[in-house]
């Protein structure tokens, strides 16, 4: 099963967590990889891919990548390994892990692991079927969208939005705390071609950044006070009667509460909280009170805050105020997995959990895991992620991965920072050499990607790891002695999703990509998978849940010992840790830059280009200042998720960001951080 050729021009599928999941067009000369190129055919991705992945076949022959299993020689962190044969490695994982599951139990083992690569089969496949099996601790994995998932979902039921490529038709876009320039080019792509037909953009951020720079208009506000904006354009749309009653009577419930609670997000009240002028805040609120269609781009920045759920779950509220669901290219787009939902109880198999009721950790608390557990974990087990440099409280996070204790394991393409305190290293393949299953959480194709190159050196891929090693722990054939293909029949099973009818594998091969729900995807209105059928304004489930029913602003928490509050976001060149090794795209970054409002360098008497010492009680970072009015007074940011090079003096930004978790889903809170800035002697 696979389109190997010594020549010609295949069909791939981009692996990272980006939501574009394009459909990629790779030239193979002699054996090796020539270019990468977006394919031209693919509905979405038009030939259009980015900068990152038109260099991936850098990092797939990329001098450093790993070749083969290694053990670790030296003291932890020190980097010093040496080769062993995957044989031996199986026998030292096995023989921990069985001495730990005997003397602590199995929750005393934790897999750590997130969307390096998106395939079905390699994410979120064998690898869980193993840990299940194992009855390992479970890992909650909610470092990337949880806070604003939950939030959605109590407004709109689920990861539900409009079909992307209709948003050719919206006349009026809000891309709100989303950097979609850089993190989500193909809704760029397709909102330019609506500004060709008259459409206005709106980027609404705390950083004037490349999406500012491409947007018609800029709403600068300050961290963390999305909701009360949100509420404030409810007030204004209500109090100008420019809520679309026919449609929140048939489609929504809740509306007279709503209206109620917006009556006190007066335009000033909010320009308070905000900081957006209150002349603004009625300028926008007009605007989105009558264009039709209007659409809504709503990202993942906002909700890496303690207040990201409720935020989400507020912005959620607008399109059903002025009836956009039921308007071709009318809507919102959080994230859309809910149409593409696959077969997970069969491909995970969560019934062979000797304990059901194992214990659950959070990814975003890795730190205190490793370190203040009554029950420690002994063993972790690492792939598709790297939590020494994206996971918060980095501090923390390292010095319990050097425990002598903890034996680790980690699986990836390059010895990233976390193998620096791993027991074993393990070479994994890169999507081009496995089979597997492409879903996407933005666009509606789903992909079948067949392997274009045989796998390089010793590398095995997760599927393949977790396949053999469940195999030699005796578990059981029929649910390990499987094939890749086997697998992706079971996921693909749509008895439980309608929307997946006829989409099988050999239809799949034979089409490259299948839409979830054919060419004519149900009315939004027609499927609100709320308990009420209905769009939520006012949810009962909430008030269950512990939380105010009707959306509401509540501010940050981080205490304010700190003077400013610091966002480290994602950056163009890189895909969160991801691509931050390779030489010409760190060449592109340059170099991490800290950008502060001119008003407050001045006050600290710091210059611009000048290396600053930014400090919390978590850790400190060295970087380079950037001053402007890109942030406002009291706000820094910085973009990319650089490993640590002391010789380059880049650091790891994670060294400064909470464990808190935010207020829905178990989200993560690495922007509501608050920091001081000092001067640097001597550099
Ligand atoms: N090039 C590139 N693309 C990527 C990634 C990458 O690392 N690099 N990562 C991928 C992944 S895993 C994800 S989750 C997505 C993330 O991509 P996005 O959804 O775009 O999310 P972020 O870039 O984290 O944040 C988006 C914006 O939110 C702003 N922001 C921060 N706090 C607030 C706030 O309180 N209110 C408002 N309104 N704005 C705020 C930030 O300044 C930033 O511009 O991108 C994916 N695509
Ligand atoms: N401060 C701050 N921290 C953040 C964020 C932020 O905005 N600010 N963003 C957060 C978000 S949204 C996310 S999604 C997370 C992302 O966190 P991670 O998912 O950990 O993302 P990456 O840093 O890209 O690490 C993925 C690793 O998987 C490896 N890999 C790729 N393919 C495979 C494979 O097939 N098998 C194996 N075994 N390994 C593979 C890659 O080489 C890479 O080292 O980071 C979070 N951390
Ligand atoms: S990273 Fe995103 S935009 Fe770039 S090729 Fe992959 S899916 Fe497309
Ligand atoms: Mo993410």
Redesign the pocket.
């Known amino acids: 099963m696979s389109t190997i050729v010594q020549n010609g021009t295949v069909r791939s599928v981009c692996?990272?967590?980006c939501p574009d999941t394009c459909g990629l067009s790779v030239t193979i000369e002699e054996g090796k990889i020539t270019k990468i190129t977006g394919d031209a055919a693919h509905p979405v991705t038009r030939g259009a891919i980015c900068n990152k992945v038109r260099q991936l076949n850098d990092r797939v022959y990329h001098p450093e990548r790993l070749l083969y299993p290694m053990r670790r020689k030296g003291p932890k962190g020190n980097m010093d390994f040496e080769r062993i044969t995957w044989e031996e490695a199986y026998d030292e994982i096995n023989i921990r892990m069985t001495a730990i599951i005997a003397k602590d139990g199995p929750q005393a083992i934790l897999p750590y692991?997130?969307?390096?690569?998106m395939?079905v089969l390699?994410a979120e496949g064998m690898d869980r079927r193993f840990f299940h099996r194992v009855g390992a601790s479970r890992l909650d994995r909610t470092?990337?969208?949880a806070a604003g998932s939950a939030g959605y979902a109590y407004t709109m039921g689920g990861s539900i939005g409009i079909d992307p490529e209709e948003t050719v038709h919206a006349k009026l876009f809000l891309i709100w705390g989303c950097n979609l320039v850089s993190t989500n080019m193909h809704q760029a792509m397709l909102a330019t071609e609506a500004r060709k037909n008259g459409a206005t953009i709106i980027h609404i951020d705390v950083h004037r950044n490349r999406t500012s720079a491409w947007a018609d208009q800029f709403i600068h506000l300050r961290p963390g006070t999305d909701a009360a904006l949100a509420l404030g354009m409810m007030h204004v749309i209500i109090r100008d009667g420019l809520a679309d009653q026919a449609f929140l009577e048939q489609h929504a419930i809740g509306y007279h509460e709503l209206a109620a609670q917006a009556l006190a997000y007066t335009p000033e009240y909010v320009a308070g909280i905000t900081g957006v002028p209150a002349e603004q805040i009625e300028e926008l609120s007009r605007l989105y009170g009558k264009t039709t269609p209007s659409f809504i781009r709503i990202g993942?920045?906002l909700q890496?805050h303690d207040n990201g759920g409720m935020a989400i779950r507020t912005i959620a509220c607008l399109p059903a105020l002025t009836g956009q669901w039921g308007v071709r290219g009318g809507g919102a787009i959080k994230g859309n997995s809910w149409y593409s939902r696959l077969n997970a109880d069969q491909i995970e198999r969560p019934d062979l959990m000797p304990d059901p009721g194992v214990r659950t950790i959070s990814m975003n608390q890795l730190g205190d895991a490793l370190l203040d557990s009554a029950s420690p974990v002994n063993l972790l087990f690492v792939?598709?992620?790297?939590?020494a440099?994206?996971?918060?409280d980095q501090n923390r996070v390292r010095k319990g991965l050097m425990r002598n204790d903890l034996f680790t394991v980690t699986?990836?393409?390059?010895l990233?920072d976390?193998c620096k305190y791993s027991d074993i290293v393990?070479p994994?393949?890169?999507?081009f050499e496995?089979l597997d299953l492409y879903t996407s959480y933005w666009h509606l194709y789903l992909q079948l990607h067949e392997p274009i190159m045989e796998p390089m050196g010793e590398c095995k891929?997760?599927f393949t790891?977790f396949k053999e090693l469940g195999l030699r722990l005796g578990f059981e054939h029929e649910a390990f002695d499987i094939t890749e293909e086997q697998m992706i029949r079971e996921a693909l099973d749509s008895k439980h999703n309608s929307f997946l009818s006829g989409i099988t594998f050999e239809a799949l091969q034979s089409h490259s990509w299948m839409k979830a729900g054919g060419k004519s995807l149900p009315a939004v209105t027609s499927v609100i998978p709320t308990p009420s059928g209905r769009i939520e304004l006012y949810s009962e489930q909430m008030l269950q849940d512990g939380y105010s029913p009707l959306p509401t602003h509540s501010p940050l928490k981080e205490p304010e010992i700190y003077p400013f509050l610091l966002m480290?976001?994602?950056n163009h060149s890189f895909?969160?840790?991801?691509f931050a090794n390779q030489e010409r795209l760190q060449k592109l970054e340059k170099e991490p830059l800290l950008h502060m409002h001119s008003g407050d360098a001045e006050a600290l008497g710091l210059l611009d280009g000048e290396r600053v010492k930014v400090r919390n009680g978590r850790g400190e970072v060295e970087i380079r200042l950037r001053i402007g009015s890109d942030v406002l007074p009291g706000v820094l940011v910085t973009q990319g998720?650089w490993w640590d090079d002391h010789r380059k003096g880049h650091q790891a930004?994670?060294a400064l960001?909470p464990q808190r978790l935010a207020d829905m889903g178990g989200g993560?809170t690495?922007?509501s951080n608050r920091v001081a800035v000092v001067r640097l002697k001597a550099t």
Not at 113 to 117: A, I, K, L, T, W
Not at 428 to 431: F, L
């Open positions: 692996p990272f967590d692991s997130f969307y390096g690569n395939g390699n470092i990337c969208n993942n920045g890496h792939y598709n992620s790297n939590p440099v994206v996971a918060p699986h990836d393409l390059f990233t976390t393990l994994a393949t890169s999507h496995n891929s997760n790891l480290t976001g994602p895909i969160n840790s991801t998720l930004v994670n960001t993560a690495f922007f």
